[in-house]
């Protein structure tokens, strides 16, 4: 055995202080690893979904709002803002079609950690993912869609009726944005006569109805109305048509993908007027598909400019700093404050919370009152989950980028 009574008890007592000290170590190092909890035991997992497309000709504007909603879960996590718990992103590719998007909701829905999703960019899209997430309490704010029918019902314009209480928006809708579009062309441009033309999605033919109503409604004539399909690249045909009508503009709803070919080829086809459409154009890459003739070509965006609001400087700084490879582009803003929207609503709904589906409802009814100040503006909702905000801006392209021509609350100016 080897050594004296007293040396053995030396050697107890010293055995005893070396685990005391280790077991003081491990102590000190999980709290060091601390994402907001007492220590990582504590510590639970609440995720934010993202569906937006990730992939394909979309995807400039999808990666954006994936980027803007991890700069939002990352700032939260950093200062602590809900403690106990740390927040995650979880991101998944809708493509921009309805059908990846439904299976992107499919499988946040299983999660039993999901709290909330940011999206979708799409109208047609958040069609099939909302009635997958609302059955689970998820509460959904998305950045970009504009059809009118995801927060007031399909008979929004006479009975508008909420269709599902787990859906909100940081975008005003196509109710404002068509008529705004409207206005523009008839009384500050004084365009009186109009060609229409929409993809049949419903974020296309929702925009160019409400646009046709308003502008009829002030006395415009719509001379020609004609459809494409969502993946045709030759519009020939469609503009042969439209030509002899003698439009003094074009107005399209669709995205970047079909517009800016469109306005190429109208251009080239004689058709020497402006094109116009949504947000959904409002992107570098349209002046790229539409060349060098698209100078004159005007769009309609929600909310003002984003780099020109003093509200979003520290934002756009932030989202820099993190050198993201991709720009913020359309929707950041609103993806920025609709995560920071959900993450307002977990303040309340986690703070006693055992886990993330325990929360989902009370989360839900939090997103009611949400109210602060954001990067876009006041970031408010109205009894059908709808922004309160119905600021909208035009943009016209010129020497070969956005340019800002007016922007307006549109509510105000009624």
């Not at 950093?78 to 499919?106: F, H």
């Not at 929702?206 to 415009?220: H, Q």
Request: some cysteine.
């Amino acid at each position: 055995m080897g050594g004296t009574v007293q040396q053995r008890s030396v050697v107890r007592v010293g055995a005893t202080l070396i685990v005391a000290s280790l077991a003081l170590t491990a102590c000190g190092s999980r709290n060091s690893n601390d994402s907001g909890g007492d220590n990582s035991t504590s510590t639970k997992t609440a995720k934010i979904g993202v569906i937006a497309p990730l992939s394909g000709d979309l995807s400039a504007l999808g990666l954006g709002i994936q980027h803007s909603v991890e700069l939002a879960v990352k700032q939260a996590n950093d200062s602590g803002a809900i403690p106990g718990w740390k927040l995650e992103v979880a991101a998944k590719d809708d493509e921009g079609k309805p059908e990846p998007g439904k299976n992107a909701a499919t499988s946040l829905s299983s999660d039993k950690d999901v709290i909330g999703v940011v999206g979708t960019l799409n109208t047609s899209v958040a069609q099939q993912v909302t009635p997958v997430l609302a059955p689970k309490n998820i509460v959904q704010v998305s950045p970009a869609n504009t059809g009118p029918g995801l927060t007031q019902g399909a008979q929004w314009q006479t009975a508008p009726k909420r269709p599902f209480p787990v859906y909100f928006r940081t975008c005003t809708t196509d109710a404002v944005q068509g008529p705004f579009a409207a206005r523009y062309l008839y009384e500050t441009a004084k365009i009186t006569k109009v060609a229409t033309i929409h993809d049949k999605k419903a974020y296309g033919q929702g925009l160019v109805g409400t646009f046709t109503d308003e502008f009829k409604k002030l006395g415009g004539t719509v001379v020609a109305a004609e459809t494409v399909n969502p993946d045709d690249t030759n519009y020939q045909a469609v503009l042969s048509a439209i030509k002899p009508s003698a439009p003094q503009a074009i107005y399209v709803g669709s995205e970047y993908p079909v517009v800016g070919p469109l306005s190429q080829q109208a251009k080239a086809a004689g058709l020497t007027v402006p094109v116009m459409g949504g947000d959904g154009i409002y992107d570098p890459k349209y002046i790229q598909l539409a060349g060098k003739n698209s100078n004159g070509d005007l769009a309609t965006s929600v909310g003002a400019p984003v780099d020109a609001l003093p509200s979003a400087k520290k934002f756009v700084a932030d989202y820099a700093a993190q050198g993201y490879k991709e720009p913020y582009a359309a929707y950041g803003g609103y993806s920025y404050d609709a995560a920071n929207a959900i993450i307002a609503a977990l303040k309340v709904s986690l703070k006693d919370a055992k886990d993330v589906e325990s929360a989902r409802q009370a989360t839900v009814t939090a997103m009611s009152s949400v109210s602060f100040d954001g990067v876009t503006g006041k970031v408010a909702f109205d009894q059908y989950g709808d922004t309160t905000s119905k600021v909208l801006t035009v943009y016209k392209v010129d020497g070969g980028k956005w340019v800002t021509v007016e922007t307006k609350d549109f509510a105000a100016s009624k």
